[in-house]
């Protein structure tokens, strides 16, 4: 069974860092594209950041640019996201998804992966 399972999400004050791993099972997920989405509390689900397969391309949202940064370690099976200068607009639940390369996909849009994971929540206080 697939499964993506993320940690690391917490409760931080305005400007600390906190870093989200998103960690793969059941199959190998080295040829997959990832990506990270965030549902704010009555809120549409938004596109974070993505990261290609080989991790030659990343794609982050204006908002994120110049304090997130998306990585992924394919030996470990995981996918990061190191989030800096947070700030209370961040707080959401944080939620990692996956889509075989083959396929392709359009990695700022939800609906064009196949897997995700439970989330996790990073709350932001001012």
């Known amino acids: 069974q697939v499964q993506l399972v993320e940690s690391g999400g917490g409760l931080v004050q305005a400007g600390g860092s906190l870093r989200l791993s998103c960690a793969a099972s059941?199959?190998?997920?080295?040829?997959?594209?990832k990506g990270w989405f965030r549902r704010a509390p009555g809120k549409e689900r938004e596109f974070v950041a993505a990261i290609s397969w080989n991790g030659d391309s990343t794609y982050y949202t204006d908002s994120v640019k110049g304090r997130f940064t998306i990585s992924r370690d394919n030996a470990k099976n995981t996918v990061y996201l190191q989030m800096n200068n947070l700030k209370p607009e961040d707080t959401a639940v944080y939620s990692c998804?996956?889509?075989?390369?083959?396929?392709?996909?359009?990695?700022?849009?939800?609906?064009?992966?196949?897997?995700w994971g439970q989330g996790t929540q990073v709350t932001v206080s001012s």
């Open positions: 059941g199959r190998t997920f080295s040829n997959y594209n």
């Open positions: 998804a996956a889509r075989h390369a083959k396929f392709g996909n359009d990695p700022y849009r939800g609906p064009s992966y196949d897997y």
